[in-house]
């Protein structure tokens, strides 16, 4: 995998009137990653996606594709995307193969073999001949990513994808990104509400707030908690046994009753063995113990302060 970003942004900002849309973004999207955006309603993650793909101009700062300005060397930096902003537009009385058809047509170079290439990559070969309008949602999305990848592009961009797909339809979507990202070495830059499918599909977040960004880092750094006593979820039984003993117990700061035979435990790490000896010495059974780590859902409430996502 490449070190140089895919995507940079410095100082990028966006003002409409008097009012400040996206304020002084700075990060790189490194290359080879499912990158995605979060961040409560109005947050300014679609206004960065319709500049980094050149449908929105930059009131000041620089976005660079590849190494080149989305402002200044537009046709050289676009020519490495292959975006989907808001819903794919299809032809639904043409087939999906004609419509891709069509888009070739406008792109130098795009050639029969690559068409098949990635109407096989998405998993469309059953159904490309089918007229559109009989497509499922999720099968338009999956065609629409066809379309996006016909130039070989080296950055997609995907604007909440997962819009009205059901669990399978999404889960096929993370798949086939996955894909992606480790057979062509493609970088994802994406943005959903959905934040339990963004835990599983990305490798790094970035959260925005009022335009500003809060933070950017890999998933797994979001959800592992560092700066707070960790817990514990102990299967025991009885359970009121269990939580009697942990309650009276010194180090433990909280406990509480999941359900039954289910008991929460805040302690610090090195208590835990004692914990357990200590439950068993009061005739309480363990059939297991595990750590509870906040889900994505649970730290971007934290850091957004309740922020509706959107």
């Known amino acids: 995998m490449s070190s140089e970003p895919i995507v940079s942004l410095r100082h990028v900002t966006k003002r409409v009137g008097r009012r400040t849309i996206i304020d002084d973004l700075t990060f790189d999207v490194p290359q080879g990653e499912i990158f995605g955006f ?22 000041k700062g620089q976005i660079l594709i590849k190494g080149n300005d989305i402002k200044t060397e537009f046709e050289q930096a676009i020519r490495h995307v292959g975006a989907i902003v808001e819903n794919p537009e299809m032809y639904n009385y043409l087939s999906g193969y004609r419509n891709l058809v069509h888009y070739a047509r406008m792109v130098p170079g795009v050639t029969k073999e690559r068409i098949g290439e990635v109407v096989s990559r998405v998993k469309l ?5 089918d007229k559109v309008k009989t497509y499922s949602l999720g099968m338009r999305q999956r065609l629409g990513v066809a379309q996006a990848l016909l130039h070989r592009p080296s950055l997609l961009i995907l604007d909440e994808p997962t819009n009205g797909l059901d669990p399978a339809g999404i889960r096929e979507l993370r798949d086939h990104l996955r894909h992606l990202t480790r057979t062509e070495n ?9 934040l339990s499918e963004m835990e599983l599909m990305c490798d790094r977040v970035a959260i925005l707030q009022r335009g500003k960004l809060i933070d950017v880092k890999p998933i797994q750094h ?15 039984q009885p359970s009121e046994q269990a939580l009697e003993f942990l309650r009276r117990t010194e180090g433990v700061e909280e406990v509480r009753l999941v359900r039954e035979g289910i008991v929460e435990v805040t302690t610090e790490r090195e208590g835990v063995p004692d914990l357990l000896a200590g439950l068993m010495r009061n005739e309480v ?16 409430l934290e850091i957004t302060e309740g922020g509706q996502i959107g």
């Open 38 to 59: 979060l961040g409560p309603n109005g947050a300014g993650k679609t206004t960065t996606i319709r500049m980094i793909v050149g449908l929105m101009s930059i009131t």
């Open 125 to 129: 070969e059953n159904r490309i001949h």
């Open 186 to 194: 493609i970088t994802v830059v994406v943005s959903s509400h959905l």
């Open 222 to 236: 979001f959800t592992q908690s560092t700066d707070r006593t960790p817990t514990y979820q102990i299967e025991a």
């Open 285 to 300: 059974r363990i059939y297991g113990v595990k750590p509870v780590r906040p889900s994505l859902e649970d730290r971007f």
